[in-house]
């Protein structure tokens, strides 16, 4: 499950999950739904990323800085992910499609993924939360 | 923000004495209200950034202060590299060198409305805006070496404008000090495609009527008269900026633990000047300030050439060009002592004031313009930097107004096309790729700029000299 939350410039992106890779998943998900409807962005292709980073919050946002960086540089957008953790190395698919303006209307561009309001945690046993503000 | 916890200097000064691990004092220029109206978490970034090591005098907060990363957004703090002082790159931002710039037409209101539309259209059409937009400019990495080191004086050699614009840009168009060789592949290959692009959020390109006319001795120096038309650019060093910014932050966050630094918030990632960290950082950063003064120089060319086929009796000259997310080093005399120092701004514009040997000749009796962009849709200010000796704040100013909800609340508020149809009714033609970005850049969506604008003037930061309202805007 993914949400978003206030910042007064910008924009916080939230993913919950059972897991932290699903919390992770879940926040890529809120991303891309800061930039677009998600329901305009097909799964057509697939991209892998790798990072590593010294702890796990370092890392959600080395994830989130990823899909952005490969946003910018590919001009896709992304729609479903599979995000594997091994300690403090990710590595993870991103599935989605070529960035078509006139059909995603992208509404904002996210610049990076910052460490304010930046959480990773298991608020209950098998409930976690990853979650930071993103500047766009 | 609760008033009563802060010492009131004068009607528009506000200080935080110093307490805890602070430094210095905190300083906040605003009206009363305006300060009210400032999240609690601008009175703890303040006091965050008063603690880093070798700040001098005070850290600042501007009338539109907001909660920004680790640095409030409108923070303005100087630091000493001879005691120890820091470079933070959450102080400086990931739109390295966002700035403004503004061009004059020599054309009225009367030239641009029976076109206003063709107008609007060709320069949609012209100017490449939002994600997903490309640049018509593709560096390989020499070229790109070299834009990186020259900036807009790269652009000017290049064909993309004249030598006479160098003159109204700050640093002249060029920051020395540019290391292109700390700038990352990463972050190189991020602007490949991005050259002569807008961006998007709350970047624009603007056509404007000078709609009110405050200090006209200045106003006649700047060029400008009532009913004038101006143009005004609003972007910065696109996704190289972007990048440099994300893996800086990183790197300082993860090496402040090895300088000995510690880190109430880790936005607030620093390093000290006279370390390699730091140093490779200065080198990078300027290297994007660069990208952004090429960025905005290429922009103004495109907008040049849609005016020489839409409107050819225009002559567009540039007034000046500033930048709101930098770090630069500047001389300030501190009880009688010359310093050097370090001076972050973040979300605030340097305004030089009269006398100041770093402007050009025609500034030097008016100080510099200062260029407050409003919000899409709303007016836009121009100001000029005040008498030197009462040079505040180490003679910086406010960057425009923040925003008053978030995106998801004005999305839900209102619909791009009722924005759109709006403006239109008063005049003013919107151009975007995104019905949705519209209605997240509505003008109600942002906090009123003439309440900050007339806090600077009451403050001292700098003058009213002109008012603008939009014509056309053409936005990311």
Known sequence: MWDHFHHEADIGVLGRGSSREAAFEEAAVALTAVITELDTVRCRESVTIDCEAPDLELLFVDWLNALVYEIATRRMLFRRFSVGLDGTRLHATACGEPIEVARHQPAAEVKGATYTELEVCEDQPGEWRAQCVVDV | ?476
């Open chain 2, 1 to 476: 923000m609760d008033t009563s916890t802060l010492t009131r200097i004068s009607d528009y000064e506000w200080r935080i004495e110093p307490q805890g691990d602070m430094n210095v004092p905190g300083i906040i220029f605003a009206s009363q209200a305006l300060v009210e109206a400032m999240d609690e978490k601008v009175r703890e970034q303040v006091t965050n950034v008063a603690a880093l090591p070798g700040i001098v005098a005070a850290s600042y907060a501007m009338p539109d202060a907001h909660w920004g990363y680790g640095f409030p957004i409108g923070g303005v703090a100087a630091f000493d590299a001879d005691q120890g002082g820091v470079v933070s790159a959450g102080g400086v931002g990931f739109d390295i060198s966002c700035g403004v710039r503004t061009l004059l037409t020599g054309l009225q209101r009367t030239d641009i409305e029976p076109v206003k539309t063709r107008l609007a259209d060709a320069l949609f059409h012209s100017i490449p805006v939002g994600l997903g937009s490309t640049g018509n400019i593709h560096l390989d990495d020499k070229g790109m070496t070299a834009m990186l080191s020259g900036g807009a004086s790269w652009a000017v050699k290049r064909g993309w404008g004249y030598r006479e614009d160098l003159e109204r840009v700050e640093e002249q168009g060029c920051m020395t000090g540019a290391q292109p060789e700390q700038v990352s592949l990463h972050a190189r290959k991020r602007q490949r495609n991005e050259m002569g692009t807008l961006g998007s959020g709350n970047h624009y390109l603007e056509v404007q009527e000078v709609s009110d006319i405050y200090d006209p001795d200045t106003a006649t120096t700047f060029g400008l008269t009532r009913g004038d038309i101006v143009i005004s650019i609003h972007c910065g060093s696109r996704g190289l900026g972007h990048q440099i910014g994300t893996e800086f932050l990183k790197s300082m966050a993860i090496s402040a633990h090895h300088y000995g630094i510690r880190l109430p918030d880790r936005e607030l990632a620093n390093a000290p000047i006279d370390s390699d960290t730091g140093q490779t950082y200065l080198g990078a950063m300027r290297a994007a300030i660069n990208c952004a003064l090429a960025n905005r120089q290429i922009i103004t060319h495109l907008t040049r050439g849609v005016f020489e086929r839409i409107l050819p009796e225009a002559k567009l000259a540039l007034l000046y060009d500033v930048s709101h997310n930098t770090c630069k080093v500047e001389e300030y005399v501190i009880d009688g002592r010359p310093r050097r120092l370090y001076v972050h701004r973040k979300g605030a514009t340097r305004a030089f004031g009269p006398g100041h040997p770093d402007l050009p000749e025609v500034f030097r009796e008016t100080g510099q313009p200062v260029l407050i962009g409003g919000s899409m849709g709303t007016a836009s200010h121009i100001l000029a930097g005040n008498r030197e000796g009462g040079a505040l704040a180490f003679s910086s100013a406010c960057h425009g107004a923040g925003r008053a909800m978030s995106r998801r609340k004005a999305y839900k508020l209102w619909k791009g096309r009722q924005v759109t149809d709006n403006l239109h009714e008063q005049g003013i033609i919107i151009r975007s790729p995104s019905s949705r970005g519209v209605a997240e850049e509505a003008p109600g969506a942002y906090k009123d700029v003439n309440a900050v604008v007339d806090a600077a003037h009451a403050a001292g930061l700098a003058r009213k000299v002109a008012k603008l309202k939009p014509v056309v805007c053409i936005k990311g």
